[in-house]
């Protein structure tokens, strides 16, 4: 589960993680009055008008290849045309903070992580600006190879830190955490300093570090991720961004958590699966995917690309599916308009093939499906369920291995698919 920046931000303050004051707005005058508290109020020169998205890359879309000191800079020296058309703006006005919520609010805001379809401005967070000395990396996650948390840092903070990563990997420094000590002071100072901070600054990162390592640890978070943190010019460390991800296993024990949230952000089939434990991601392909567990569902992704098409979903729908699960399944993967045809791969151990057959058309007669369905079932009671299949009288297309499901769905969609475009150019004529 994800948050917002200004709702991370929260959280972080909560453990000591010094940010700069700001306020959330869902309309362009609640921006306004958030700007004049903050001018007249702290008597900040500036102040940054920032989307909230599930998504990063705001920042270079917002000042192109400037960084944020620099768009900062220009502004404090009263420079005309500042550049930022993207989701971050920067201004020094309440006015200007309206104008710039007007632009943003209710439009859709295009990074590399949302894709081509971009993710739509529902609210933004009105920020105080400051004088930055420096931009840094930080981030924190686990490390499932060796099982420990991992802080990962570089002084090459901001926006092109993908770039930093890809080509010049050993720019990122790395620190695993103890998991029965902890973070160690001297791992945080030795941190600082090889991102080459010193005098009071070291002190100030310690702190920080540790409040964002308690963060981390107590709320269950998957990954923290600071970029930038900065360096103000008066030497102390600051989160001027805040992304955050929950593991969802351990949501039950952060009701606070689940209250931020923001099903609007979420896709609305990922959404319907979670209300019946279903471990759904939409894809880009037009292969739906019903399997049960999580690594048989990876390797049957795999072998539609091997044989030459495209998964539209991850669909894992457990150990334990019912004839419920299966039909809710199905509803959720013929709901997607790009799903040309449908494979079921099942391995029949808790679950018994029979019931998942009975499952299968059930579904098939409730959502009257209108595209190829390949079904390949093993395991227990895998004869029964077969034989179930069989005597139905639907056109559900049976295989015997992995390999002959890919080849078979693959060939049906193709088909299905030229059957499309000729009944397209007949409607045409």
């Not at 707005?25 to 920032?50: C, H, I, M, Q, Y």
């Not at 917002?62 to 900062?72: F, G, Q």
């Not at 034989?387 to 890919?406: C, F, N, Q, R």
Request: proline residues 3%; aromatic residues 4%.
């Amino acid at each position: 589960m994800k948050i917002h920046e200004y709702q991370g931000k929260e959280v972080l303050r909560k453990y000591g993680v010094s940010t700069l004051e700001g306020y959330v707005a869902f309309s362009p005058a609640e921006a306004r009055d958030a700007a004049k508290r903050l001018t007249e109020g702290t008597g900040v020169p500036v102040v940054v008008v920032k989307s909230q998205v599930h998504a990063g890359g705001r920042g270079k879309g917002r000042i192109k290849e400037h960084s944020t000191a620099e768009v900062l800079a220009q502004v404090l020296r009263g420079e005309e045309n500042v550049p930022g058309k993207g989701g971050v703006r920067v201004v020094k006005t309440a006015e200007a903070a309206e104008e710039a919520a007007k632009d943003l609010l209710g439009n859709t805001l295009v990074t590399k992580q949302t894709g081509p379809q971009g993710s739509k401005v529902r609210k933004v967070y009105v920020e105080a600006g400051c004088r930055i000395a420096r931009e840094l990396y930080l981030a924190i996650l686990l490390d499932r190879t060796v099982a420990r948390v991992l802080i990962m840092a570089s002084a090459e903070g901001g926006t092109e830190i993908e770039e930093v990563a890809a080509h010049s990997p050993e720019k990122i420094l790395k620190v695993w955490v103890d998991p029965v000590c902890g973070l160690g002071s001297w791992q945080a100072r030795e941190l600082a300093f090889q991102l080459g901070m010193t005098g009071k600054t070291v002190n100030s990162f310690v702190k920080l570090l540790a409040g964002l390592c308690r963060a981390y640890d107590a709320t269950d978070a998957s990954m923290l991720e600071i970029n930038p943190l900065i360096v103000t010019e008066e030497g102390e460390c600051l989160a001027l961004d805040a992304k955050m991800t929950f593991d969802e296993n351990g949501l039950f024990r952060h009701p606070e958590i689940v209250a931020m949230r923001d099903l609007e952000e979420e896709d609305a089939q990922e959404i319907e699966a979670s209300r019946y434990d279903l471990s759904y991601v939409k894809l880009d392909g037009e292969i739906g995917c019903l399997v049960n567990g999580a690594g048989l569902a990876m390797a049957t992704m795999d072998i539609i690309k091997l044989y030459g098409a495209e998964p539209a979903n991850f669909l894992d729908v457990g150990g334990g599916a019912n004839k419920e699960k299966v039909t809710a399944a199905f509803k959720i993967i013929t709901a997607d308009p790009a799903v040309k045809g449908i494979l079921v791969n099942i391995f029949g151990g808790i679950m018994k093939c029979d019931v998942i057959a009975e499952g299968v058309l059930a579904a098939v007669r409730e959502t009257g499906l209108q595209v190829p369905l390949v079904v390949r079932l093993e395991g227990t009671n895998v004869d029964l369920g077969k034989k179930i299949l069989a005597e139905s009288g639907l056109a559900v297309i049976p295989a015997d291995t992995m390999a002959d499901a890919a080849e078979k769905i693959v060939s049906a969609v193709n088909t299905y698919n030229l059957r499309l475009d000729e009944s397209s150019v007949g409607s045409a004529r």
